[in-house]
């Protein structure tokens, strides 16, 4: 009765399998790699390593409202309580070894690419320390140009094939350029489901309610280079199409009155209390930036275009790209508002919001608040501080729409 | 004043100073300056480019008006340099290189672009991956893109061998700093934790060759003097950041720590490495990069840092290390529990003292600070 799954129910399904094979691949000695969230995942599906991804790890720890003892453990061996609260959560875990919420085997590799932030750097050079395990960096340089440069392309180019080189050591296996070029167009197709899905959002109203972004997110991070995650998204899609065909919106209890963007990650230990506040005044978070993160398409065999593709992502482009990234997003899924997350873990998102937020609202005329959280340290959030900053961002929105609405309309 | 004494205090003097110190040597050298900020940056192409490489490490300011682009919990000397930008104070530079070592430098580049754009901004990314030939051939596509717009704001070409001498020059200034700050442990009085760190702090606000002579000199002078006793001092090895506001410094002093070597990303990570004699110039400056270890910002694989330390301990007979850590500095946040721990493995006692560059009030650091050292007595 396969096709009768829902993509929720498949989605379920495949996050039980990604972490149970890694689980059964450690049992059976194969190596497992931890991994960065937007790394090139291609090289290692192709030696058949099994990835796991230790951000998505530390946000399901935090989900289901396990992070603070992990975060008190790493506290407890000298971590700032100012430093990333992934990294504390993982870090604990790596001691650990054991959370209710999922388990993922140690890994005997570390492969990092900072194209997300340095942070990752620090992170994983202490992982590979600890645990005394080969460690691979992928370093694409911050794009201060608008542009990506060719000096840059030929850098990250560069140390994909030296990354192939190492694996080889590491492993005493071949690289399989053949299979190279197969996971390397899967992975392609898969980032073109997960935009096209989540693009649906455009339509008034929306039939996606935003926060299952984060939920599918998981996917898309851990199983990008898979024929499983592909379909899956195809199926999300092909339902997400069908409820737009149909005019249905994002809840079958609400009406979405408002459209709003989520800049920046998830309060994971609050996913279900930030939901609700929004939904009760008839929010729906339509996008984010993580449909573009995924978003890493390149032509199979083309390592120029997959250097490219993985400097691209909006955090590591210059303020320009990443205001013109949201001007486009206010546009293209007609928002009434943005809500910037202020997230006490990620500096690198933090300390450009302020001019975005200005350059922004210049440009569309988009009502805009900014929340301070944290992505899993549950100390960091106040749920009635993060309410009334939502009912200051309806008044806004209200009295906009009264006015006739942002000026991109 | 014996000749020592009135060296030690004119260098002193220029790095408790900063913009005087620069301003007299612009004036002294007909140089314009260009604006460094932390961790590294090409100076020698600077100084190749007959124009002095000054020190943006933050200050005493504090304001609102950084509050316009950077949240509370930003570095405090990301924060008095934004503050200082906006208030007009680097407005004599004629450019400024940021680089990209951290990410909050990243958001210091995209910031200070809208914030400040007659500072002609450089941003400048040094490759994590530098010890691969790759990132070697990425950080001198950087070095000739960097010089370029040193040529442009100089208004003239800079030759192979201008570089070639100007990291001769900067080899001579680190080789004389190692051998000044040896020499710190037999003149415990003269070189006093606090006046070490401004004597150090000087090299950023002055020539680099006027700035070598007078420590070549000091050294010269120092070597005349009888050896101080340093008996009953407990010798201390600094890590971190930067040991500021230098007020933790006295404190020190006062509690009988001799400062005998530091690891500060502000002090000798800037001159530890030498560069080898391969090559041309730039290719030089990213051996030299390449070959530097045991610093933050700076990817290392295997995380030699605390080894390092280790070693240093041995070296100088160190009685403890002290970590000065920068709140909000995320790379070296990171280092510290890995340092930690290899150095209770090895029995060294160390202090962790968190410090604000424009903190108020070092009581608490002060009782901190006097419970360690009797506890080391």
């Keep these: 009765m396969e096709h009768q799954k829902t993509s929720k129910q498949l989605l379920g399904e495949l996050l039980d399998k990604h972490y149970a094979d890694a689980l059964h691949a450690k049992a059976e000695g194969k190596p497992v790699a931890w991994s960065t969230s937007i790394a090139p995942q291609e090289l290692l599906e192709t030696m058949g390593i099994h990835a796991v991804y230790p951000e998505n790890h530390a946000a399901a720890i935090g989900a289901r409202k396990h992070a603070q003892e992990f975060i008190n453990h790493s506290e407890g061996k000298g971590y700032s309580v100012d430093i990333c609260s992934y990294a504390r959560v993982n870090l604990a875990y790596m001691d650990i070894q054991q959370?209710?919420?999922?388990?993922?085997?140690?890994?005997?590799?570390?492969?990092?690419?900072?194209?997300?932030?340095?942070?990752?750097?620090?992170?994983?050079?202490?992982?590979?320390?600890?645990?005394?395990?080969?460690?691979?960096?992928?370093?694409?340089?911050?794009?201060?140009?608008?542009?990506?440069?060719?000096?840059?392309?030929?850098y990250i180019k560069a140390q994909i094939l030296h990354a192939i080189t190492r694996l080889e050591e590491i492993t005493g296996q071949k690289f399989d350029y053949d299979r190279f070029r197969e996971v390397m167009k899967i992975?392609?197709?898969?980032?073109?489901?997960?935009?096209?899905?989540?693009?649906?959002a455009c339509a008034k109203p929306s039939p996606l309610n935003g926060f299952e972004l984060f939920n599918y997110m998981a996917i898309i991070v851990c199983m990008r280079g898979t024929k499983e995650g592909l379909e899956l998204f195809k199926l999300w899609h092909d339902e997400l199409q069908e409820k737009k065909e149909k005019g249905v919106g994002p809840w079958k209890d609400g009406e979405e009155k408002y459209r709003v963007m989520w800049d920046g990650i998830a309060c994971w230990p609050y996913l279900g209390d930030t939901y609700k506040v929004l939904k009760k005044y008839g929010i729906n978070m339509v996008t984010s930036t993580y449909p573009d993160s995924w978003y890493i398409v390149y032509d199979e065999n083309d390592l120029d275009g997959m250097a490219r593709a993985y400097s691209s992502n909006y955090v590591n482009r210059n303020l320009a790209f990443g205001t013109d990234n949201i001007i486009g997003i206010v546009k293209d899924f007609q928002l009434d508002g943005i809500i910037y997350h202020s997230n006490r873990s990620c500096k690198l998102m933090d300390f450009r919001q302020f001019e975005v937020q200005r350059k922004v609202e210049a440009s569309t005329g988009v009502s805009s608040v900014i929340f301070d959280g944290d992505q899993t340290d549950p100390r960091a959030f106040s749920l009635a501080q993060f309410e009334t900053r939502i009912q200051a961002l309806v008044e806004m929105m209200e009295a906009k729409k009264r006015m006739g609405g942002a000026f991109y309309e | 004043m014996s000749k020592a004494m009135s060296l030690i205090s004119e260098l002193a003097y220029a790095g408790q100073r900063p913009k005087d110190s620069i301003l007299k040597a612009m004036n002294e050298t007909g140089k314009k300056s260009v604006g460094c900020f932390p961790i590294y940056t090409p100076e020698e192409l600077i100084y190749a480019a007959?124009?002095?490489?000054?020190?943006?490490?933050?200050?005493?300011?504090?304001?609102?008006?950084?509050?316009?682009?950077l949240q509370g919990f930003c570095c405090s000397i990301m924060k008095a340099n934004t503050e200082q930008a906006l208030l007009g104070q680097y407005d004599f530079l004629s450019a400024v290189i940021v680089t990209a070592y951290c990410d909050t430098l990243k958001c210091m580049i995209e910031n200070w672009k809208i914030a400040s754009p007659q500072l002609n901004l450089i941003p400048m990314v040094y490759p994590q991956n530098r010890k691969i030939p790759a990132g070697k051939e990425y950080l001198r596509d950087e070095f000739l893109r960097v010089k370029k717009e040193l040529e442009r704001i100089s208004g003239k070409k800079i030759t192979d061998q201008e570089i070639q001498k100007s990291v001769d020059l900067y080899d001579e200034y680190r080789r004389t700093m190692q051998e000044f700050s040896d020499l710190v442990k037999d003149y415990p009085d003269m070189l006093k934790a606090k006046t070490r760190h401004l004597i150090l702090k000087a090299s950023y606000f002055m020539d680099k060759r006027i700035y070598t002579e007078k420590v070549r000199e000091l050294i010269l002078e120092l070597s005349k003097l009888p050896r101080e006793n340093?008996?009953?001092?407990?010798?201390?090895?600094?890590?971190?950041?930067?040991?500021?506001?230098?007020?933790?410094?006295?404190?020190?002093?006062?509690?009988g720590m001799v400062v005998v070597a530091d690891d500060l990303a502000h002090g000798a990570r800037q001159f530890r490495t030498i560069a080898p004699d391969t090559g041309d110039g730039l290719n030089r400056m990213v051996e030299r990069v390449a070959m530097q270890d045991g610093c933050a910002f700076l990817y290392d694989e295997k995380k030699t840092r605390a080894a390092m330390l280790i070693q240093m301990k041995e070296k100088y007979q160190a009685d403890a290390v002290i970590v000065c850590q920068m709140k909000f500095c995320d790379p070296e946040e990171f280092d510290y529990p890995i340092i930690k721990k290899e150095l209770e493995g090895a029995g060294i006692p160390s202090l962790y003292i968190e410090i604000e560059q424009q903190m108020d009030s070092l009581e608490q650091l002060r009782t901190r600070i006097q419970s360690f050292s009797e506890m080391l007595a």
């Design chain 1, 99 to 154: 959370c209710e919420a999922a388990n993922i085997p140690l890994p005997d590799l570390i492969f990092c690419c900072n194209n997300i932030c340095n942070t990752v750097i620090k992170w994983y050079e202490n992982i590979a320390k600890e645990l005394n395990v080969p460690m691979i960096l992928f370093d694409p340089p911050f794009n201060h140009e608008y542009e990506i440069s060719d000096q840059n392309v030929k």
């Design chain 1, 187 to 200: 992975s392609s197709e898969t980032s073109r489901w997960w935009k096209k899905a989540s693009l649906l």
């Design chain 2, 50 to 69: 007959e124009m002095l490489p000054v020190g943006m490490w933050g200050g005493q300011t504090v304001g609102t008006l950084a509050d316009r682009y």
């Design chain 2, 230 to 255: 340093a008996f009953g001092r407990k010798k201390i090895i600094l890590s971190g950041l930067i040991a500021e506001p230098d007020g933790i410094l006295d404190i020190m002093t006062e509690n």
